[in-house]
């Protein structure tokens, strides 16, 4: 009797199918803009059967760090498989120690969760641009001195090829202008969409 030949997929792969069939509604209501949107929590929820599926692992770790004058926390997702290979992403969001009705915990918190939400959304993804973040009032978040885009890393180039080449490179154009980049690393992604989308030639 012939095994059947076990394919066994990389952390790359299982990635790319997360980020495609990944789906967290919006179960969350802000009672002042009476509008919907997702948590943090919302996404850890909806994650846990995929992680179970692909065998992996999900951390999530925060720092706080100062930067010409104002206070962030830095959250890092990283997901990790059997081998150990892993891929993570950082997001941030300013910290107001002064915010009105919060002490420092609270408004810890508060950003905290807003840093979470969006480190995950950039790992797996997740399109957020019309969503609002019911913990902060975008009036009260710390303005930075300067521009806060991140740098495009390998690891998110090489998750945004991945994703070019299952066909989502409308997510992928959305998502590079979330990341600042070289001249080198725009072209290899433009090209890459380019060939993706370029019509098949039959041979005659």
């Not at 609270?106 to 641009?129: H, P, R, V």
Request: charged residues 30%.
């Amino acid at each position: 009797m012939t095994k059947a030949k076990v394919v066994t997929k990389t952390l790359h792969e299982k990635l790319n199918l997360m980020q495609t069939t990944l789906k967290v509604p919006k179960g969350q209501t802000n009672n002042f803009g009476g509008y919907k949107y997702r948590s943090a929590e919302d996404i850890l929820e909806a994650l846990k059967p995929h992680l179970k599926e692909h065998n992996l692992t999900l951390t999530i770790t925060e720092r706080t760090e100062e930067l010409g004058g104002y206070l962030f926390v830095f959250t890092t997702a990283r997901l990790i498989d059997e081998e150990g290979e892993f891929i993570e992403t950082t997001s941030q969001a300013g910290i107001d120690p002064n915010r009105k009705g919060m002490d420092i915990a609270q408004s810890f918190g508060s950003s905290s969760s807003y840093s979470k939400k969006y480190a995950l959304g950039n790992l797996f993804l997740i399109d957020d641009t019309k969503d609002s973040d019911a913990t902060i009032d975008p009036k009260e978040v710390v303005k930075p001195a300067k521009a806060t885009k991140k740098k495009m890393t390998p690891a998110i180039k090489s998750l945004m090829l991945t994703s070019i080449d299952a066909g989502n490179s409308g997510v992928v154009t959305e998502r590079m202008n979330d990341y600042t980049m070289t001249k080198i690393q725009r072209e290899q992604l433009e090209h890459a969409m380019e060939q993706k989308n370029a019509p098949e030639v039959k041979e005659s």
